[in-house]
T-cell receptor, first 111, second 116 residues
């Protein structure tokens, strides 16, 4: 049984560009959450998707948007990239909110 | 308001000695509490969870944690450290937030160093 998978593993972008990160949840999970983990920090909640809708959102600007597809996979989009967006982006899936399973993350570097 | 405080940013122990990673939390509602481990360049792995059942929770790899409501603490322990335990550990609180959904808050992490 595959766990949570994320792509790409690493990504380098330039300020002002746009990026799309992808996540496939663990089999049977219907809820996907996205987190940003800056270097030396704990993960910060970006938003959560359930039934193809954004169910709740953390304190992130509208430049961060997402989508969930009918197969429960999800995308995270970031527009107008800033240097401060450089971080490890983690996707977590769950069937209930209490226990989340994390993917390996996508390392985004903005230059 | 909901918050998590991991009291030590770095902990260093010798192999074979006990491990104690400290976590205090604040929550307006009855929380669920978790410990996750993150090895370098890896995602997070769930070590153990407390969800209002037994206050002493046993997890994987010999770790356990005790929920103490009176002290608002959820410290992580292991009797004997192994070299493979060297990693970063995150304490997490989850409780009902606005809109009736669960709000999840991570601590800043404790980096565990194991000395041979």
């Amino acid at each position: 049984d595959a766990g949570v998978t994320q792509s790409p593993t690493h990504l380098i972008k330039t300020r002002g560009q746009q990026v799309t990160l992808r996540c496939s949840p663990k089999s049977g999970h219907d809820t996907v959450s996205w987190y940003q983990q800056a270097l030396g920090q704990g993960p910060q909640f970006i938003f959560q998707y359930y039934e193809e809708e954004e169910r709740q959102r953390g304190n992130f600007p509208d430049r961060f948007s997402g989508h969930q597809f009918p197969n429960y996979s999800s995308e995270l989009n970031v527009n107008a990239l800033l240097l401060g967006d450089s971080a490890l982006y983690l996707c977590a899936s769950s069937l209930t909110y209490y226990e989340q399973y994390f993917g390996p993350g996508t390392r985004l570097t903005v230059t | 308001a909901q918050s998590v405080t991991q009291l030590d940013s770095h902990v260093s122990v010798s192999e074979g000695t006990p491990v104690l990673l400290r976590c205090n939390y604040s929550s307006s509602y009855s929380p669920s509490l978790f410990w996750y481990v993150q090895h370098p360049n890896k995602g997070l792995q769930l070590l153990l969870k407390y969800t209002s059942a037994a206050t002493l929770v046993k997890g994987i790899n010999g770790f356990e944690a005790e929920f103490k409501k009176s002290e608002t603490s959820f410290h992580l322990t292991k009797p004997s450290a192994h070299m493979s335990d060297a990693a970063e550990y995150f304490c997490v609180v989850s409780a009902e937030g606005s809109g009736g959904y669960q709000k999840v808050t991570f601590g800043i992490g404790t980096k565990l160093q194991v000395i041979p």
